[in-house]
């Protein structure tokens, strides 16, 4: 979602995508906000502040939020400053999801002793989709006035994305095709039904099961290491978190 009077980027989801709308939710987002001081204040302390508050913070929502107002830990990645004229400092910022900008902006202008605001926000980006993927919404109302004069649904398709790119990040492990049916059907990933894996995935990690065309089949949270999985001769693999593949795609290969 975007809060009002924010613009930017909000990737819709159709069909089974939007069993990845929790995925693309808690992902990182990236925004480009003016922070309004209320007084001068030297540019040094400025800089020293935007760096001073790269990192974990503890945030409490706003009073006007969507979620209860209790005090959680959010990660800024970076903070870039873009343009600093007179008291407004246009600047880009990286940070996980859930991070009140206009906390962060009020914040600072606590720690430079000033006050500050937020006076604009757009978010440039969210999780591998930026603004240059984007489309306007009179772009997609007019494709689908012309598919439909026309009647040419490619007209309206050239916007809609394979939802397996929300994937992109995710580390991999692909299956046999003997294993995917079940899967599908929500059964637990087991060792003997991996073909191969990404290195580097950590127990707890959400991961992406592929099958071996990289067709999109869950996503399942990793109960072993990869190390692990390379050592075991059995064990369960992951548990699945949303199953992505109708059934029937594979045969079932049990009684």
Request: hydrophobic residues 40%.
């Amino acid at each position: 979602t975007l809060d009002p009077n924010v613009s930017g980027v909000l990737p819709v989801t159709l069909g089974k995508a939007t069993k990845l709308v929790k995925l693309l939710m808690t992902s990182p987002k990236e925004y480009v906000c003016t922070l309004h001081l209320q007084k001068e204040v030297a540019k040094n302390d400025l800089m020293a502040v935007l760096k001073e508050y790269e990192g974990v913070l503890y945030q409490k929502p706003p009073v006007k939020s969507a979620v209860k107002r209790r005090v959680r830990t959010r990660k800024v990645h970076y903070i870039k400053p873009i343009e600093i004229e007179n008291r407004d400092v246009l600047m880009r910022v990286g940070c996980d999801a859930g991070t009140y900008i206009r906390k962060l902006c009020y914040d600072m202008g606590l720690s430079l002793g000033c006050g500050a605001s937020m006076e604009e926000l757009r978010r440039t980006k969210t999780g591998i989709f930026g603004e240059e993927s984007t489309i306007l919404l009179q772009d997609l109302l007019d494709a689908k006035v012309f598919s439909v004069e026309e009647n040419n649904e490619d007209i309206l398709k050239k916007y809609i994305m394979p939802y397996e790119i929300v994937l992109d990040p995710l580390k991999k492990i692909w299956i046999k095709d003997t294993a995917v049916e079940a899967l599908c059907q929500g059964s637990m990933l087991t060792v003997p039904g991996v073909s191969k894996l990404q290195s580097g995935i950590s127990k707890g990690e959400t991961v992406a099961i592929m099958t071996l065309k990289n067709e999109a089949v869950s996503i399942s949270e990793a109960e072993m290491t990869s190390e692990d999985i390379i050592k075991k001769d059995n064990g369960i693999v992951g548990k699945p978190l949303s199953v992505l593949m109708e059934t029937g795609v594979y045969p079932r290969t049990w009684n």
